[in-house]
């Protein structure tokens, strides 16, 4: 009778230890990875908000995914758009902008990143990348692409010769493929993917939390 009762108190306690254990395993926050390479900028690199690059947020997208036009959605209707309260987190972060075609379930994903970067040739990277963000349901599903793209360079007055050019140059594809297998490097699994400062910010529950890490950042910097 006696040894029963210290077996028991003793497979108690071991099964209050391993549930213990499970949860310090499974609610712990997950830890950032950190990547100082990510946070290099190139020389033809796409990049915008702040120049002094105290802060550098870097973001692997898709421009044909839709998570991906959500948080461009949400970047350009209100990161850089000044609000009543809210800190100017375009003023002390640089934005840099690279490319992760996802083609297995995109079809059109890696001729929208060539077309952005033939407009970029001309000065217009940022300015073509909204245009197909905005207007992503009207090019997804067409069985030729091209086409369209060359009309939205021709609406953004570009050279739409030298557009369709350099959209089919090796020296835009090798671009591209360089920011795709950095990104890959980079553990990219999923796009938008964005790193601040390095640091590879793994799961993001809402616009709210993702604007505060960046005012975080953007505040320390004063």
């Known amino acids: 009778m006696k040894n029963t009762i ?22 712990s926050s997950p830890k950032s990875t950190l990547f100082p390479e990510v946070s290099k900028i190139a020389s ?38 000044t ?14 902008f690279r ?13 929208a990143a060539w077309a952005a970067e033939a407009a970029g040739t001309q000065g217009k990277f940022f ?3 909204n ?14 692409v091209k086409n369209h793209f060359i009309s939205v360079a021709k609406e953004l007055k570009l050279d739409t010769d030298k557009f369709t050019k350099d959209m089919d140059s090796n020296k835009v594809k090798n671009r591209v493929e360089r920011d795709y297998k950095n990104g890959v490097k980079f553990q990219v699994n999923a796009t938008p993917t964005f790193y601040l400062d390095g ?13 505060k890490l960046l005012e975080d950042a953007a505040k320390s910097s004063k």
């Open 6 to 27: 210290i077996y028991t108190v003793v497979s108690i306690l071991l099964i209050v230890g391993f549930l213990f254990a499970a949860y310090k395993f499974t609610g």
């Open 44 to 81: 033809d690199d796409h990049i915008k908000w702040s120049k002094e690059k105290k802060h550098i947020l870097v973001e692997y997208s898709d421009i044909q995914c839709p998570a991906c036009k959500n948080f461009h959605d949400y970047i350009v209707q209100d990161l850089e758009t």
């Open 83 to 96: 609000r009543s309260g809210q800190i100017d987190v375009t003023k002390n972060i640089t934005f840099v």
């Open 99 to 111: 490319h992760f075609p996802l083609s297995d379930i995109h079809d059109h994903a890696q001729e």
């Open 127 to 129: 300015e073509y990348t």
């Open 131 to 144: 245009t197909l963000f905005d207007r992503q349901a009207e090019w997804e599903k067409l069985p030729d």
């Open 199 to 211: 640091k590879k910010i793994d799961s993001i529950r809402s616009f709210e939390e993702f604007r």
